[in-house]
């Protein structure tokens, strides 16, 4: 079956344009995760969905950011007006079960964003 | 705040032979889980093994095993008959709840190369 799938696999930005990332969970799967992960780091949490509920947005890192599931599938991590320090790869996961308790997560192989 | 540390940013194994990768962890929290994820240079993180805090056994899934030592807050993971294909970045994460979900906060990641 298909996994988790991620657009685009690259993206490169001026500084100040806003980006969208698209993220394509497993079907059926609850839970939906955005990372961000800088070079020679492990991914930072960014937000967490619920269905289409978005139940916690603590580790975005300024208003620029903005993610959305409208329908509880899809998601989309939008940011705006990006800045150099956005530059990371963005991985989104998706899990069958509520939140990361137990439930293995299922990773989307990440869009890389660079900011010039 | 939670905290994973994994002291080791590079390992190596002679192929066939075993491996022990650390991981620390602090938490006031009772109930939390304990992940390992491997990332290949593709760089998708996939799933190799889980333990939940109130597990009394080490976890085992094939040639992956956890020593989880709660008194000491380390959860190892050991690679029995390391595989040229185990080079990879390997992350330690934990999970922490938070209003009804469980949000994971990863380690900086160790880079286990295997050679011949």
């Known amino acids: 079956g298909a996994g988790v799938s991620q657009s685009p696999r690259y993206k490169v930005a001026k500084r100040g344009q806003d980006v969208a990332l698209r993220c394509d969970p497993i079907s059926g799967h609850v839970s939906l995760f955005w990372y961000q992960q800088a070079l020679g780091q492990g991914p930072e949490f960014l937000t967490y969905?619920?269905?289409?509920?978005?139940?916690?947005k603590s580790g975005l890192p300024s208003d620029r950011f903005f993610a959305e599931r409208p329908e509880g599938s899809v998601s989309t991590l939008k940011i705006q007006r990006t800045q150099q320090e956005d530059s990371a790869v963005y991985l989104c996961a998706s899990s069958l079960g509520l939140g990361g308790g137990q439930s293995e997560q299922f990773f989307g192989p990440g869009t890389r964003l660079t900011v010039l | 705040a939670q905290k994973i540390t994994q002291t080791q940013p590079g390992m190596f194994v002679q192929e066939k032979e075993a491996v022990t990768l650390d991981c620390t962890y602090d938490?006031?929290?009772?109930?939390?889980?304990l992940f390992w994820y491997k990332q290949p240079s593709s760089g998708e993180m996939i799933f190799l093994i889980y333990?939940?805090?109130?597990?009394?056994q080490n976890a085992t899934e094939g040639r992956y095993s956890l020593n989880f030592q709660k008194a000491r807050k380390s959860a190892n993971l050991v690679i029995s008959a390391s595989q040229l294909g185990d080079s990879a970045m390997y992350f330690c994460?934990?999970?922490?709840?938070?209003?009804?979900?469980?949000?994971?906060?990863f380690g900086r990641g160790t880079s286990l190369i295997v050679h011949p």
């Open positions: 333990q939940g805090s109130y597990d009394e």
């Open positions: 994460a934990m999970t922490r709840p938070n209003r009804g979900s469980y949000i994971p906060t």
């Open positions: 969905f619920q269905n289409e509920a978005q139940l916690d």
């Open positions: 938490t006031s929290d009772q109930s939390y889980g």
